[in-house]
């Protein structure tokens, strides 16, 4: 059974940090995975999907690394701004989704 | 831009009522989920659908049942609402492999 973590659970930083969140999973077999933002209340936006193949994707500010044999996913985030904060899930996908634990990021000016 | 849809937004009940949540999705994906979260807490995944006619249990035990007749259709059926299942609902689809999961905005039940 797919187990996903994620560390630290919450996390508290001054506007302008480099931040990084980390993921691990049980099962390496997986095809792929993505990380999600949540806003409190709401739906999941997409952030970024790692392919079991590839090693890392970046988009714009936000830069994920896959290391599939140690089962590890690192979310990294440049210059964290006030609007980045929200709950960060990262996702396994094998034949079923399963989410990590969530980190709850507050970034204050 | 992700095509999923989640009906109602919100919906408040009473207890013993019969609830379906709708999700339906324009993209032809596959893959459909189902998943419950608490206010703060994880994501635990209820349902599952590899397709047409085809419905899993999740990881979570849930009084709920779920359908697939229809591609774009994945509906969430609770015979009878109790407190105990005031939480948010959100629904997924994916198509297999390698492809990227997209979510609805969610439905947040509370059953009074």
């Known amino acids: 059974k797919q187990e996903v973590t994620q560390i630290p659970a919450a996390l508290s930083v001054p506007e302008g940090e480099n931040l990084v969140l980390n993921c691990s999973f049980t099962d390496s077999a997986i095809y792929n995975l993505q990380w999600f933002r949540q806003d409190p209340g709401k739906g999941l936006t997409s952030l970024l999907l790692i392919q079991s193949s590839q090693r890392e994707q970046t988009s714009g500010r936000l830069n994920a690394s896959l290391d599939k044999s140690s089962g590890r996913s690192t979310l990294y985030i440049a210059a964290s701004q006030p609007g980045d904060s929200a709950t960060y899930l990262c996702?396994?996908?094998?034949?079923?989704?399963?989410f990590g634990t969530g980190t709850r990021l507050q970034v204050f000016p | 831009e992700a095509d999923i849809y989640q009906t109602p937004r919100y919906l408040v009940i009473g207890t013993g009522k019969k609830i379906t949540l709708e999700c339906s999705q324009t993209m032809g994906h596959d893959k459909m989920y189902w998943y419950q979260q608490d206010p703060g807490m994880e994501l635990h995944l209820i349902h599952y659908s590899y397709g047409v006619n085809s419905t899993e249990k999740g990881d979570l035990s849930s009084e709920s049942t779920v359908s697939r007749i229809r591609t774009e259709h994945f509906p969430l059926t609770l015979e009878s609402a109790r407190p105990s299942h005031t939480s948010q609902y959100l629904c997924?689809?994916?198509?297999?492999?390698?492809?990227?999961?997209?979510f609805g905005q969610g439905t947040r039940l509370t059953v009074v």
């Open positions: 997924a689809s994916k198509r297999g492999g390698y492809t990227e999961a997209f």
């Open positions: 996702a396994a996908y094998t034949d079923k989704l399963i």
